[in-house]
């Protein structure tokens, strides 16, 4: 048995806790920042065989785990909390000696530990590295993470592969560019990296609801023709840009050649039904083994029964690749579909 800390956006983590539930039988569940963070105890399971399976379907709304290696009592205490940092890390000298970690240091609003996340990660710092290791913020070989709790205080020792993000808690966040038309463009950035799909690889897609223009200019950059469909305006800066036509109009009144796109992305406002039959409409638009990454908003109370019944509609058209409930969705979650031959 080994107990895990896992993450869900703010408000989703019932749904995560639900989808863990129905994977796998006997582990034990309860909750830490309502909403939020959750243990996980995975019943006859082991760490390993446990993150494996994950890995293999990753649930929708799991965002983040790191496995708890050790649990102490909650102190508010610097200097206790410390020394139990200190402790953790000198119990696992032998796996960090001569390679690279990251320390992620979170906590939850109830908790009375003592430091921010930046002091925590120095009161640890000095140690790891006289044990050898080389202090780094990303790119690590391991990652220290550290939760605060009402109660206790969960350290734990992994590899960032088995983290499902190597952002603390999943909380992914991307430099705020000069120029950005949209904070909408971080959900594209965001699942470009999440389904390891990159956007560079493509040469013409159709963007639906592409106004202002956040996800069309991230293609234009990667070198992506892009056709946008939004009655709404594109910012000024893109107009003119060679590689981009816009039709306002709705995207239930165009047409196209079949086999003319790529990639569709789809970002509208929407109902969700509504937009999957707006884009089912358009598959013969897009060549075999075309992508789509499409945002479903997730308008109905219940989120489960609306995603289950959205995939077997786009599956008419579409395999199903994955579904995720990226850091920068909302109330909504992305999937990555591909136009079956
Ligand atoms: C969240 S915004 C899209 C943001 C965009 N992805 C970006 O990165 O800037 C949603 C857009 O969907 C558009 N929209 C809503 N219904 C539409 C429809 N039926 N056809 C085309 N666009 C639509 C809206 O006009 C709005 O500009």
């Known amino acids: 048995m080994a107990d895990f800390i896992a993450t869900a956006n703010p408000g989703f983590a019932p749904f995560a ?5 129905r994977s796998f039988s006997g582990i034990g569940q309860s909750g830490l920042a309502p909403g ?6 995975t019943g006859a399971m082991s760490a390993r065989e446990w993150v494996e399976l994950l890995k293999k379907k990753e649930p929708i709304f799991l965002r983040h785990v790191f496995p708890v290696d050790e649990e102490v009592p909650m102190s508010d205490s610097q200097e206790e909390t410390a020394a139990a940092l200190v402790r953790f890390a000198s119990a696992n000298a032998d796996r960090l000696e001569g390679t690279t970690v990251a320390v992620q240091v979170r906590k939850s609003q109830d908790s009375v530990f003592p430091f921010s ?6 009161a640890v710092a000095p140690t790891l590295r006289e044990l050898g290791a080389e202090v780094v913020a990303r790119d690590s070989k391991w990652i220290l993470s550290v939760y605060a709790a009402k109660r206790s205080l969960y350290m734990g020792l992994s590899h960032p592969e088995d983290n499902l993000s190597d952002w603390p808690g999943g909380a992914v966040r991307f430099r705020r560019e000069e120029g950005l038309i949209s904070r909408a463009a971080f959900k594209l950035l965001e699942a470009e990296k999440a389904f390891k799909l990159p956007l560079q690889g493509f040469m013409n897609a159709l963007d639906l609801g592409a106004a202002p223009g ?3 200019s991230v293609l234009l950059e ?9 009655p709404a305006e594109m910012d ?3 107009l003119l840009h060679p590689h981009l036509r816009h039709l306002r109009k709705n995207a239930a009144e165009v047409k196209f050649a079949p086999g003319t796109f790529d990639l569709l992305v789809c970002d ?3 109902d969700p039904h509504h937009t999957c039959r707006i884009v089912s409409e358009l598959a013969p638009a897009l060549s075999a083994g075309a992508s789509g990454i499409i945002t479903l908003k997730l308008m109905y109370r219940k989120p489960m029964q609306t995603i289950q019944d959205l995939l077997q509609e786009y599956k008419k058209h579409f ?3 994955q579904v995720k409930q990226l850091f920068h969705n909302r109330e909504e979650v992305t999937i990555w579909v591909k136009r079956r031959p």
């Not at 939020?36 to 105890?41: G, H, L």
């Not at 990667?222 to 939004?230: F, I, M, N, P, Y």
């Open 17 to 21: 806790m639900e989808e863990l539930r």
């Open 222 to 230: 990667r070198g992506v023709k892009v056709t946008a469909v939004d």
């Open 236 to 238: 000024e800066s893109l």
């Open 214 to 216: 956040g996800w069309t």
């Open 268 to 270: 509208m406002s929407w």
């Open 319 to 321: 395999e199903i690749r």
């Open 36 to 41: 939020e963070t959750f243990k996980v105890s």
């Open 117 to 122: 996340s930046a002091e925590g990660r120095d």
